[in-house]
Structure formats: C-alpha cells, structure tokens
Nanobody, 124 residues
Framework: QVQLVESGGGLVQAGGSLRLSCAASGRTFSTSPMGWFRQAPGKERALVACISTSGGGTYYTDSVKGRFTISRDNAKNTVYLQMNSLKPEDTAVYYC?????????????????WGQGTQVTVSS
C-alpha cells in the first residue's frame, strides 16, 4: 500500500505560478514511477506529466509543455510539479499518482495509487 499526500494548490491569477508537492510513504518510492493528473469539472481525469523512477525520463501533455516541470527527490520521497504561466484552463483538481514498480512510466494505465487531490484555480 502507498499513501500520497498533495499540497501546494490554491488560487492564482493568470500568468502566475504554483508548485505542487506530493509526499509518498508506505512503499519504496524510488522504484515507483510518479505522475500528476488533473480533472476539470465535467471532464475525465487526464495525465498531465509523469517521471521515471530515476528522474531521467519525463513526459508532458501538449497543453503544458514549456510551462510545467515535473521533478522528484528520491531522498525525500517527494515529487513536484512546478507550474508557470498558468492559464484559466489549467483550473482543475490535481492528483498525484504512483505506478507499480516495473510499469511503463509513460503510460497513464501504469498509475494505480492516488492522492486525495488538491484544487488549483486560475483566475482571468
């Protein structure tokens, strides 16, 4: 079992920045691919960014490329999502997710452990 706790969400004006953090416990963090998903009202939850176990591989959905950066600190069992140049369409609940060890880190279906979510609201 793994527990994931997100923090860092909030209300920000368009063009602003936020950094989300996700602290993991309960399993070997360094062998788990990690990802961030988001769900906007009326929409399905979708993969935003993910990172390989070593941190050497990253993936971003097209709409956030160049604005968001995912990173991880295996010594602190924490994954981050730095969000810059935020837009109103980034408004959503953001979920941290962990994948099974050995899973393909760049596939959304790999992720099967979820945090409780943190709200990000971007005003225009």
């Amino acid at each position: 079992q793994v527990q994931l706790v997100e923090s860092g969400g909030g209300l920000v004006q368009a063009g602003g920045s936020l950094r989300l953090s996700c602290a993991a416990s309960g399993r070997t963090f360094s062998t788990s691919p990690m990802g961030w998903f988001r769900q906007a009202p009326g929409k399905e939850r979708a993969l935003v960014a993910c990172i390989s176990t070593s941190g050497g591989g990253t993936y971003y959905t097209d709409s956030v490329k160049g604005r968001f950066t995912i990173s991880r600190d295996n010594a602190k069992n924490t994954v981050y999502l730095q969000m810059n140049s935020l837009k109103p369409e980034d408004t959503a609940v953001y979920y941290c997710a962990a994948g099974s060890s050995g899973g393909l880190w760049y596939r959304a279906s790999t992720y099967n452990y979820w945090g409780q979510g943190t709200q990000v609201t971007v005003s225009s």
